[in-house]
């Protein structure tokens, strides 16, 4: 059985790390992006078989904002499957498929770091393929999609407000243990205590782990090092995240607490002068 055409939206590290995966195990990949270099395959995405689609979904002053989405998905062929790896709200997936009834739109949500992207592409922790419909057609598709990843040791499709919310929940797990380990932090400081003595034996806990215990560092956008949940992610999802859980009409306690842990962040991230810009672009001045 032939291989798939696939095709590639944005060429960032993201869709650039999983596009080369694809081309290192024999596929045939079509790349477009703005730039120079891709610019030119804009038409030849419609002849793709499934498109991967990895653009920015930027959270502003005003909320989560999806316009790129709409845009590139009408150069998904009719009949064609898109796949969505970009981040995006829980809802987000079933309004786009509405609006693009001949497509068939599915969310696959990633989970690389941006300085191990090639290695976390190639090498995925979980393949989850979220599907807008539950009918025969869109099953099929989403276990095409499944089979042609990489292998990993937790793969599964699944209603597709699930597959959005386990990627919001995974980064705000992490963004709380940034928080987590910038209380213990100051605190052993009060102490007079050795937090790198401390961090170990936390991070001894197999159920814990070392990743997100370093309270001073840099975010990986700059060689400049500070304090908080920083980058490219973390500001925006959590920002988003909270938005739609007030939405939602969430419980009291929880909107407490996310108010609370996004507080703690945006002054941890404010008084070390860490991705200012980043913040100014989600909360405005």
Known sequence: MSKPLIGFIGQGFIGRSYADDFVNRGYEVIRYARSMEFSGNKTRIADCDIVFIAVPTPTTPAGFNYDTLKEVLALVGPGRSAVIKSTIVPGTCAALQSLYSDRFIFHSPEFLTEKNAAYDAANP???????????D?????????LSILPPAPLSFICPVKEAEIIKYAANTFLLLKVIYANIFYDLAAKEGSDWERIAAGIAADPRIGQSHLNPVHASGLSEKTGRGAGGNCFIKDFAALHRYAEESGLD?????????VEKKNLSLLRESGKDL?????VYGE
């Open 125 to 135: 922790t979980r393949n989850i393929v979220g599907y807008p419909l539950d009918n």
């Open 137 to 145: 057609e869109y099953r099929r598709r989403a276990e095409e999609i």
């Open 252 to 260: 009291v306690l929880s909107l407490e607490l996310f108010r609370a």
């Open 277 to 281: 810009d980043l913040l100014r672009a």
